[in-house]
């Protein structure tokens, strides 16, 4: 079981939809991450909140848009997607962001398919 | 700019071997290196993490070391268990960007 809650599992939608991605942590974690993972690549960052305010974004296109409303939950708000951003999406937290030396808890991600 | 690469790629050995897998980075100027394990279709789990201070670290059956002189790190792991069967990623903490790093994963397969 991971400390780290991804909701949905698996997400199918099309190009005109708008969703939600949902991440959950009770750790008292005050750094969080969204990466996107391609199938059989390394994850890529995308977003870094830290202390619930918007710390890095990756030049990720305006079709994903990060939401922390408070320090367990990170939402990504998903709205006229393409194909190639098909993928798993995973959430991470860590203590805190800064040259952190504690490690990032992951949790077992979204799969998402845009059709 | 930050590079971090695994070698193997893919490795497949019988059930009892120990094994060492390799990872390199180009830019020495690191915090820490960790040590990620990802199943199919699921998550990354933290096995170790050395602070750029550290030489090695190890847990159970997992021993890792790194020389951040010439950027490079060994994941040992000891009497290859089927259970082992996962890909296996490093992450450098880099101080230029302050985020993890991932190398490109070595597949592991143990085979009874």
């Known amino acids: 079981d991971t400390e780290v809650t991804q909701t949905p599992k698996h997400l199918v939608m099309g190009m005109t939809n708008k969703k939600s991605l949902k991440c959950e942590q009770h750790?008292?974690?005050?750094?969080m991450y969204w990466y996107k993972q391609k199938a059989k690549k390394p994850p890529e960052l995308m977003f870094v909140?830290?202390?619930?305010?918007?710390?890095i974004n990756e030049s990720v296109p305006s079709r994903f848009s990060p939401e922390c409303p408070n320090s367990s939950l990170l939402n990504l708000h998903l709205h006229a997607l393409q194909p190639e951003d098909s993928a798993l999406y995973l959430c991470?937290?860590?203590?805190?962001?800064?040259?952190?030396?504690?490690?990032?808890?992951f949790g077992d991600g979204t799969r998402l398919s845009i059709l | 700019k930050q590079e971090v690469t695994q070698i193997p790629a893919a490795l497949s050995v019988p059930e009892g071997e120990n094994l060492v897998l390799n990872c390199s980075f180009t830019?020495?100027?690191?915090?820490?290196l960790q040590w990620f394990r990802q199943d199919p279709g699921k998550g990354l789990t933290s096995l170790l993490l050395i602070q750029s201070s550290q030489r090695e670290q190890t847990s159970g059956r997992l021993n890792a070391s790194l020389d951040k002189s010439s950027g490079r790190s060994t994941l040992y792991i000891a009497a290859s268990q089927p259970g082992d069967s996962a890909t296996y990623l490093c992450a450098v903490g880099s101080y230029n960007t302050d985020k993890l790093i991932f190398g490109t994963g070595t597949r592991l397969q143990v085979f009874p």
């Open positions: 909140y830290s202390y619930e305010k918007l710390s």
């Open positions: 830019d020495s100027a690191i915090y820490n």
């Open positions: 750790m008292g974690h005050r750094a």
């Open positions: 991470a937290s860590s203590p805190y962001r800064f040259y952190s030396n504690q490690p990032q808890h």
